[in-house]
């Protein structure tokens, strides 16, 4: 009998834990998506005009060899905003955790190619995470005011990260993926509650910081 009761009231704990955390990632995406809306832009004609643009690094490829079109969409966006003088320096910031994987150098060479100077384009390599690419413009690259390029779904966490620490950040949509892997967007509505937990409760701070770099307007 005894065991029975327990097991109901573990069925019955894990069903109102289940049910809670579903709750929480309804509610906290909701909020991030709501806060920010005002500053997330996808007319490259309304969006304000800021000194630098962060580029938030992702693959070249997917692992079939496939071209990234998140990738390609982004560095487009980008390119666009230069071209269009909403911006006039881009940082690149991505994952350069090994050898063979190198998100920052390949964003800047794809952004040569499409004809935008080297001398306009800076380089973080230490943008493992978001979180890490925000922080690092503040405080390496020290950019209190600049625009972020990605896609809209991942805009609103960005943007999200960056009024927390205080910055004058909008956000840029580049062209939304529509062809490849769900898996993407479904694993974001995970990624803004870790957001969340990071900068409330966790404290969370950049795997690196180093010495500042000043950017060459």
């Known amino acids: ?46 969006i304000p005009e800021n000194n630098v643009g962060l580029v938030l690094g992702t693959s070249k490829n997917l692992v079939n060899g496939n071209t990234n079109l998140f990738f390609k969409y982004r560095v487009n966006a980008a390119a666009d905003l230069f071209n269009a003088g909403k911006v006039k320096h881009l940082i690149v910031s991505g994952d350069n955790s090994n050898l063979n994987y190198n998100e920052p150098r390949t964003m800047y060479q794809a952004l040569v190619k499409l004809g935008i100077p080297e001398d306009c384009i800076t380089l973080d390599y230490a943008g493992f995470r978001t979180l890490d690419s925000v922080i690092r413009c503040k405080e390496v690259f020290q950019q209190n005011k600049f625009t972020i390029v ?68």
């Open 1 to 46: 009998m005894n065991i029975k009761k327990t097991i109901k009231r573990l069925v019955v704990f894990g069903f109102v834990a289940g049910i809670s955390l579903i709750l929480l990632i309804v509610v906290g995406n909701l909020w991030i998506v709501f806060k920010n809306k005002s500053s997330v832009y996808d007319k490259i004609e309304s």
């Open 150 to 217: 990605s896609q809209e779904f991942h805009n609103y966490r960005a943007v999200y990260i960056g009024k927390y620490y205080g910055l004058d950040v909008v956000a840029f949509n580049a062209k939304e993926v529509t062809i490849q892997s769900n898996r993407t967007f479904h694993r974001e509505y995970l990624a803004r509650l870790k957001a969340m937990l990071d900068l409330h409760f966790l404290k969370t701070k950049p795997k690196f910081l180093g010495e500042k770099i000043d950017i060459n307007l």
